[in-house]
């Protein structure tokens, strides 16, 4: 008999058989007793809700796995309880596993599934936390704990706010280069207790990328609760790669304030530059890429007595180092002919943040040093400094004379060199265009071979994390993993890659772009490209050579541009125009 009690019926909410009245069955009672029994029922259902749907219970891999596609599914409401019930408990009541025990053997459910059912349970409403506490926000990524591991990864560390709010961000702008990034991100973050291997942390990375990008903050901070643990600036080349790309996502999400001040604590303060001098010197590749503009300035102007060089980012001054013994060098081989007088003149630009904290002295002190090292090798040389924004060179105000060869040095220049996408001035090509003017017997052009001009967000963490976990890995090779040169220079690495990934907008300073689009923005200039000597190349491939242990360095040639890099992967090129 039906009795419009259908939590009744089925025992739904009681923990035992209901007690019967006098000799009547259950359906016989007293109304109050029925009334009594009702609010018993009901208070019973809202504290099993309250305990199921309303607790903050940590993501476990196992309920997911088990529970997400009944936990996800609308409510369902119970006319007699008055309250939500939601598909899932419905579907366990009507399946049979709340049936009351005096059920017939038919309908009782197997042990089996009994069993299953009161682990599912205890698993749902345990207190017993093995893991670390998730925060209000739903991270599991503390203030405190990232502050330290930017401490670490960075000299100078940034204000990092805690993240906090609502559980979406707003959705990044994307391309094509980043739909492929962002269709690998899963909707749940994941939770595991064991360090992932180097393969799957890149795709973790990729993954955190692509949810930060698409504005899901609680996947995002989730991947990055499993990153963290394997994350290691003294680990391996994986480990470090983890700790600075981490360190990159979590400015992403921790936005420093739009102020020009904070990006030039990035990647233009006397720190940064002084290592990015160090990475020039433990790194063959960008050694190399600079010694092979030097060779192009020597092979172009072996004929002329008088040499004028124009340098857009002198900065130490190491490349001309290796310049003068290089002609040193050629004149002992050559005594009977007289070494060129050589004029370098370091050209600033005022309106740059990279020349901010220079007020004359730095660059001043590094032209003593240039002039005492030629006059050691009985060079004669004359060092200037020019401050001209890009629409103001020419050839008066840069002091070009009529019988000197001139030669333009643009090496890891432009990239700092703001463009059409951050001003529509466009002082990049501007510069091209005067430099053009300028009809230079050579322009040598050497730049990071990565995207981080153009690209969307997900688009550059793609790229920066191939191209630095090559170049963290090239470094392992050469330079002492405890040595205090190489911590600096991952430092500055982890900075440039902050301000290369999570910044946009004219706060980010460096954009790099593939030889591709440097070939383009050289051709509609009105340059065109200068084809290296074979003794060049050969001098190259001896110098790589010479280095011991060598187990992965390659030099590529290709298109008339020189490649260099760690196992095939390019890290930087160099080209020479005219």
């Known amino acids: 008999m039906a009795t419009g009690f259908p939590g009744r019926e089925l025992g739904f909410g009681l923990p035992g058989p209901l007690p019967r009245a006098g000799s009547g069955g259950l359906l016989k009672r007293p109304v109050s007793e029925m009334e009594r029994l009702q609010q018993l029922q009901l208070q019973q259902q809202k504290q099993l809700q309250q305990a199921m749907f309303l607790r903050s219970v940590k993501q476990r891999t196992l309920l997911a796995?088990?529970?997400?596609?009944?936990?996800?599914?609308?409510?369902?409401?119970?006319?007699?309880?008055?309250?939500?019930?939601?598909?899932?408990?419905?579907?366990?009541?009507?399946?049979?596993?709340l049936r009351r025990p005096g059920m017939s053997s038919e309908t009782r459910p197997s042990t089996e599934l009994r069993d299953g059912l009161q682990e599912l349970e205890r698993r749902l409403l345990s207190d017993d936390d093995e893991e670390e506490p998730i925060s209000a926000s739903g991270s599991a990524v503390t203030t405190a704990e990232w502050s330290e591991t930017m401490r670490q990864l960075v000299a100078a560390p940034m204000p990092l706010a805690a993240v906090s709010g609502t559980n979406q961000l707003p959705p990044t702008p994307t391309n094509?280069?980043?739909?492929?990034?962002?269709?690998?991100?899963?909707?749940?973050?994941?939770?595991?207790?064991?360090?992932?291997?180097?393969?799957?942390?890149?795709?973790?990375?990729?993954?955190?990328?692509?949810?930060?990008?698409?504005?899901?903050?609680?996947?995002?901070?989730?991947?990055?609760?499993?990153l963290k643990r394997t994350a290691n600036y003294k680990g391996d080349a994986e480990q470090r790669l983890t700790a600075m790309m981490v360190a990159v996502l979590f400015a992403r999400l921790n936005p420093a304030p739009p102020t020009v001040s904070s990006s030039i604590a990035e990647v233009c303060g006397a720190e940064h530059l002084a290592?990015?001098?160090?990475?020039?010197?433990?790194?063959?590749?960008?050694?190399?890429?600079?010694?092979?503009?030097?060779?192009?300035?020597?092979?172009?102007?072996?004929?002329?007595?008088?040499?004028?060089?124009?340098?857009?980012?002198?900065?130490?001054?190491?490349?001309?180092?290796?310049l003068l013994h290089a002609l040193a060098d050629r004149h002992r081989l050559r005594p009977v002919?007289?070494?060129?007088?050589?004029?370098?003149?370091?050209?600033?630009?005022?309106?740059?943040?990279?020349?901010?904290?220079?007020?004359?002295?730095?660059l001043r002190a590094v032209g003593d040093r240039i002039q005492k090292l030629a006059e050691r090798h009985n060079l004669a040389i004359r060092f200037g400094i020019i401050h001209r924004r890009p629409d103001e060179l020419d050839a008066a105000s840069l002091g070009c004379e009529p019988?000197?060869?001139?030669?333009?040095?643009?090496?890891f220049a432009l990239a700092r060199v703001p463009d059409e996408s951050v001003s529509p001035a466009n002082p990049r090509d501007e510069l091209l265009r005067r430099v053009r003017a300028l009809r230079p017997r050579v322009v040598t052009l050497v730049e990071q071979e990565i995207n981080t001009n153009t690209a969307s967000f997900a688009g550059r963490f793609a790229a920066v994390c191939a191209h630095y976990g090559a170049l963290l890995q090239s470094l392992d090779a050469t330079a002492a993993r405890d040595s205090g040169d190489r911590?600096?220079?991952?430092?500055?690495?982890?900075?440039?890659?902050?301000?290369?990934?999570?910044?946009?907008?004219a706060d980010r300073l460096e954009r790099c772009e593939v030889f591709g689009k440097w070939r383009a923005r050289m051709s509609m200039a009105g340059f065109e490209p200068l084809q290296l000597g074979r003794p060049v190349v050969d001098a190259l491939k001896n110098r790589l050579n010479a280095i011991r242990p060598n187990p992965g360095f390659t030099l590529d040639e290709d298109s008339g541009?020189?490649?260099?890099?760690?196992?095939?992967?390019?890290?930087?090129?160099?080209?020479?125009w005219r």
């Open 487 to 505: 911590t600096r220079v991952e430092a500055a690495l982890a900075r440039r890659a902050v301000n290369a990934v999570a910044r946009e907008g």
């Open 65 to 97: 796995s088990s529970v997400s596609s009944h936990l996800s599914t609308p409510a369902l409401q119970d006319p007699a309880l008055g309250s939500s019930v939601s598909l899932a408990t419905s579907n366990l009541v009507a399946s049979g596993f």
């Open 561 to 576: 541009r020189l490649g260099f890099g760690w196992k095939g992967h390019v890290l930087t090129v160099t080209s020479t």
């Open 403 to 411: 019988d000197e060869a001139l030669a333009v040095n643009l090496s």
């Open 275 to 322: 290592a990015a001098q160090m990475l020039y010197e433990v790194s063959p590749c960008f050694k190399l890429g600079l010694m092979a503009a030097n060779l192009g300035i020597l092979e172009t102007t072996k004929d002329r007595s008088q040499i004028h060089i124009l340098d857009f980012d002198i900065g130490h001054g190491g490349q001309y180092a290796a």
């Open 176 to 226: 094509s280069s980043s739909s492929t990034v962002s269709s690998s991100a899963s909707s749940s973050p994941p939770s595991s207790s064991a360090a992932p291997a180097g393969a799957s942390l890149r795709q973790m990375l990729l993954d955190a990328a692509a949810a930060v990008a698409d504005g899901k903050l609680e996947t995002a901070t989730g991947i990055l609760a499993v």
């Open 337 to 362: 002919v007289p070494p060129p007088a050589l004029r370098i003149t370091a050209v600033v630009d005022p309106t740059s943040p990279f020349s901010s904290n220079d007020t004359g002295g730095t």
